[in-house]
């Protein structure tokens, strides 16, 4: 039984709602990082859906998946460093209090 294409749609249409509206209202920057992560990977299962979807037999869409996955890693890994550094430097992660390079 194959799943259709619809369901993999709304499911990642509902995490990429999610992880736009925890980047627009949240305040914290881990909690950016992670909304930035949902959002990933909605776009991951929207590749996985149209590779099953239009040609099982090849593995396309998986292989995007699989450096949508690196790339978001490296992301996450980069980000946390420069939260962390921000966070030695001012006590706070707080996103609105982040004006370091305002004159």
């Known amino acids: 039984m194959q799943v259709q294409l619809e369901y993999f ?7 990429f709602c999610i992880g736009i509206y925890g980047l627009v209202t949240s305040r914290n920057a881990v909690r950016v990082l992670m909304s930035i992560e949902l959002m990933l990977n909605a776009v991951n299962i929207n590749f996985m859906g149209f590779s099953n979807y239009l040609d099982p037999a ?35 992660i707080d996103m609105e209090q982040f004006n370091l390079l305002k004159w």
């Open 58 to 92: 090849n593995i396309k869409g998986q292989v995007l998946v699989v450096f949508v996955i690196t790339v978001a890693a490296a992301e996450a890994a980069v980000g946390l460093a420069i939260i962390l550094a921000i966070y030695r430097n001012r006590n706070t």
């Open 9 to 15: 749609l709304l499911l990642g249409a509902a995490l």
